[in-house]
């Protein structure tokens, strides 16, 4: 007999502040997320603490009030890991593991242990390595005190270094060796960009598990790896694509998060390359989500970050099989209308005169409206290309029946 494997997740606690930028309901939202980026690393959320405050405390993030009540949770419930939802300083994550005794992750560590865990290519690895000493440098004190004095003994004596100094430079020079190794494969790749012909490009982005792998497997009958966690995928994946008989290629990127480390965005800049080279973007949403407005409006924000803003752009509303529209009672004269009362139709509505009618509504797994899709990329792959080569313009019509 075949004994199942059990996965054993470590034990978490998660800890997010109510503050004057940032609402209850944005706060338990975004808890919400950073317990799925917990599950995805591998944890298992035991409790949530949320705290109403002005702004952080600059010594210990919470109030020291709600700190020894996180301690005495932590001590009576056996958690080894206690995760914040925002970054914080060095000398806040110092005070908060004296007083605590445990694990203390932030939202940025968070999200760069699940790239480390995602990185397939030699490429991916790289950048998060290259992202994780960026944030470990300024925390070396703080990590290893112990470490902070003078080396004695014979050959030692003298004004020398501390072995916390040995430790930054030692972690300054891997930076420098990986920011190196990084340009020599980005020139690499810029080559290989820039053999791919005079093919359309289009690339995939969107907020972190809207189902933009899923999409890349329909569109171009290929495996490209999907799951549902966040950041399934972290390395570009290009495929030639043919809708009628116009060829382009098809690009799957890295998806956004909101408070996306700003290290991993300066060393996936490469890899976000594939954007800003792009001639046409499908921006993929997960319309199921009750905030996805809050995820456009990120992809946005990075998009600016990247230099990626002004592409053409086509939203794919995915996901509108799970979609379900919260139920207003003629008789409730009580309860506001809301967004979360909207219906398929009303989003549609909404977003076609948001975008001038460029907008897509499907669902991947389920291969609704894939028809419809397939007809706008078409035109819109036809436009860029027969702009760019008019002479070809009799090779491909307005309408292709093979569609």
Do not use: C
């Amino acid at each position: 007999m075949i004994e199942k494997l059990e996965i054993e997740y470590e034990r978490a606690i998660l800890i997010g502040l109510v503050t004057q930028n940032q609402n209850e309901e944005k706060a338990r939202d975004y808890l919400d997320e950073l317990e799925f980026l917990t599950y995805t690393a591998g944890g298992e959320v035991i409790k949530r603490f949320i705290q109403k405050m002005q702004k952080p405390n600059p010594k210990t993030f919470i109030g020291t009030g709600k700190l020894e009540e996180v301690r005495a949770y932590v001590e009576a419930n056996d958690i080894g890991t206690v995760i914040f939802d925002d970054e914080l300083s060095p000398g806040q994550q110092k005070n908060i593991e004296k007083i605590l005794n445990t694990k203390i992750i932030d939202r940025t560590n968070l999200i760069l242990d699940i790239f480390a865990q995602r990185a397939q290519t030699s490429y991916a690895s790289t950048q998060v390595e290259l992202a994780q000493y960026e944030y470990l440098l300024p925390r070396l004190a703080g990590m290893w005190t112990h470490l902070e004095r003078q080396r004695g003994g014979i050959g030692m004596r003298g004004p020398g270094e501390t072995e916390i100094e040995t430790d930054r430079r030692i972690v300054r020079d891997r930076i420098a060796l990986l920011k190196e190794k990084l340009k020599t494969i980005d020139k690499q790749m810029s080559v290989q960009r820039g053999n791919r012909g005079a093919l359309v490009r289009v690339a995939l982005v969107g907020y972190t598990n809207v189902g933009k792998s899923t999409l890349m497997n329909v569109i171009s009958k290929s495996e490209v790896f999907a799951e549902n966690k966040l950041f399934a995928t972290l390395d570009t994946t290009v495929r030639k694509v043919v809708i009628g008989n116009l060829p382009f290629l098809l690009t799957d990127t890295v998806g956004f998060i909101r408070k996306l480390p700003t290290q991993l965005v300066e060393s996936f800049k490469s890899t976000l390359d594939e954007v800003r080279e792009a001639d046409l973007l499908l921006h993929v949403v997960d319309i199921s989500h009750p905030n996805f407005e809050d995820h456009i409006a990120s992809v946005h924000q990075t998009l600016v970050e990247i230099g990626g803003k002004d592409k053409p752009m086509l939203m794919v509303f995915n996901k509108i099989d799970t979609y379900k529209a919260e139920k207003l009672e003629e008789d409730d004269l009580i309860t506001e209308k809301t967004n979360a009362h909207n219906t398929l139709e009303d989003w549609k509505n909404t977003w076609m005169s948001k975008v001038n009618g460029d907008a897509v509504f499907i669902s991947a797994t389920e291969k609704e409206n894939l028809t419809e899709l397939r007809e706008k990329v078409y035109e819109w792959v036809r436009r860029i290309h027969v702009k760019r080569f008019p002479y070809n313009s009799f090779l491909y019509p307005d309408f292709s029946e093979e569609m």
